[in-house]
């Protein structure tokens, strides 16, 4: 991921994958939640995510189950995954805070601020 910026997307697979190992199925789902719904991910695109963080060296398959006859395969953070999103969680943190300051000493032209 180095010289790029992290996806959403790629930021809430991060996150959902913290706290325990997921497959496919789990993290689309857990991500609806984290997103509040904001970011549905297509399977397709999951896999195109998992992918591109699995080449960074940042989420690795952790190990490959058979459920309902299918095999689930599941992923789980690596170390440089979790230093990753922990900055790009700084990185955000500061971005928001930055616009909060502006937004909270606006004031619109009509009452002696600037436009």
């Known amino acids: 991921m180095a ?3 992290m996806t959403e997307q790629a930021f ?3 996150t959902a994958l913290v706290d325990t190992p997921r497959h496919g199925y789990g993290i689309v789902g857990e991500v609806a939640e984290l997103s509040e719904g904001r970011v549905r991910l297509r ?3 999951l896999y195109g995510v998992l992918d591109r963080l699995a080449g960074d ?3 690795e398959p952790d190990r490959e189950e058979v459920a309902n ?8 953070l690596t170390e440089r995954g979790r230093d990753a999103l922990a900055a790009e ?3 955000q943190a500061a971005n928001a805070r930055a616009a909060s ?3 909270g000493a606006w004031r619109p032209a009509s009452a002696g601020g600037t436009a």
Request: net charge positive; no cysteine.
């Open 12 to 14: 809430f697979v991060l």
């Open 89 to 91: 969680a700084a990185r």
């Open 3 to 5: 010289g790029r910026v």
């Open 101 to 103: 300051a502006r937004l």
């Open 57 to 59: 060296g940042l989420v």
């Open 69 to 76: 006859g299918r095999l689930r395969r599941y992923y789980r």
């Open 43 to 45: 399977v397709g695109t």
